[in-house]
């Protein structure tokens, strides 16, 4: 078997990654197929706690890296999904305990026994950027539609063109209200600055602070409209045409009076 | 103001804050990716505004630069005065 190894990186920090791979990850094993998620964040490991999984580490990557175990012992395997595996980041060490490198040889590896490797970018562009990057054969760069992230998102573009090519992009926490009220950038404000393929919108949505409370990621919650636009990222994953909904608030009436005045 | 925006502010939309975002963002986007700051980009305008000037009398205070993203593109505007003859021209750099 040769999977999928998909990077989740945005630059700036705090925009969704984690919440973003733990989400794609469970809604991917959901459909059947076989999945590891990597968190590449050493020394601040969050996907544990997001997956519900805290409890369950023995070994983590960095481990494997330095042949402390096997790949096999470091897996935790999910509660819910017998073939979801988490490979945990360490909580002590450095950004620089590992390299490019080997983490090009470990998701190598773990490609031969899963269908998608999702690996879960440290926020910054340095050396745990380098690594996330490094084994991954895609890209899904996460933006929040504020000014700060969609910068940082552009530079992380940039960064990976010059390595893998063109990354999807996946625009987090939209509230339709705001983008009416012409308080927020909507879709297609973002899409002109970065000019990349979407893949998806995630509406802004309280039940994402509440699945983290418990451990139980919003893909999971199948009436929660976040939770359904993962569903419907997942399945454009797999190859589905799935079309991106319009989110309420943007082509109402006055918006398209506007259109048609200001041909653009 | 596009017209757009004026029809919305007509219907009582107020001043749009992402319409402001999405300007300041094609901004500083584009000099990220030029990798140009603020200065330098001024010194970029005057080499060209000088070079222009050398050959055709423009209106300097109007000059603009604008940066385009995707596909990206440099686009001077220069409103000419008046097109010197090639003697003019001459004799002014000689002189």
Redesign the interface.
């Known amino acids: 078997m040769s999977g999928r190894a998909i990077v989740i990186t945005s630059g700036k920090g705090g925009v969704g990654k984690t919440t973003a791979t733990a989400n794609l990850g469970l809604g991917l094993a959901r459909h059947d197929r076989k999945v590891v998620l990597v968190d590449g964040d050493i020394g601040l490991r969050n996907l544990d706690i997001i997956m519900g999984l805290e409890n369950r580490i023995v070994y983590h990557l960095v481990d494997v890296v330095r042949g402390r175990c096997q790949v096999r012992q470091a897996l935790v395997k999910d509660k819910r999904f017998p073939h979801l595996a988490l490979l945990p980041a360490s909580q002590v060490d450095q950004k620089e305990a590992i390299n490019p490198e080997q983490m090009r040889e470990l998701v190598a590896q773990l490609k031969e026994d899963f269908d998608f490797v999702l690996i879960d970018c440290p926020a910054g562009i340095e050396q745990g950027f380098r690594n996330a990057v490094a084994g991954a054969d895609e890209a899904i760069v996460i933006t929040t539609p504020?000014?700060s992230p969609?910068?940082d998102a552009?530079?992380v573009i940039?960064l990976l063109q010059n390595s893998m090519g063109d990354p999807q992009l996946i625009i987090n926490r939209m509230a339709a209200e705001m983008?009416q009220?012409?308080?927020?950038?909507?879709q297609q404000?973002v899409l002109?600055?970065l000019?990349v393929n979407l893949l998806g919108i995630v509406p802004e949505d309280d039940e994402v602070i509440v699945a983290g409370n418990r451990g139980a990621p919003v893909v999971l919650n199948d009436r929660s409209r976040s939770g359904q636009a993962y569903g419907r990222i997942v399945r454009r994953i797999l190859g589905e045409d799935v079309p991106i909904p319009e989110l309420n608030g943007y082509g109402g009436f006055?918006?398209r009076?506007?259109?048609?005045?200001?041909?653009? | 103001m596009?017209?757009?925006?004026?029809?919305?502010r007509l219907?009582g939309?107020?001043?749009?804050?992402?319409?402001l975002?999405?300007d300041?963002?094609?901004v500083?986007?584009m000099y990220?990716?030029l990798g140009l700051s603020a200065g330098q980009l001024e010194a970029l305008r005057k080499d060209i505004m000088e070079t222009i000037s050398r050959h055709v009398a423009i209106d300097s205070e109007r000059v603009k630069i604008d940066f385009l993203?995707?596909p990206a593109e440099v686009t001077i505007t220069a409103p000419v005065r008046r097109i010197r003859t090639r003697g003019e021209a001459q004799k002014q750099q000689t002189g």
């Open positions: 504020d000014v969609v910068r552009d530079r940039g983008v009220r012409g308080d927020m950038l909507g404000d002109d600055i000019a006055l918006h009076l506007g259109k048609l005045f200001s041909r653009r | 596009a017209w757009g925006t004026f029809v919305q219907f939309n107020k001043g749009s804050s992402a319409e975002a999405k300041r963002l094609q500083v986007v990220d990716r993203p995707t």
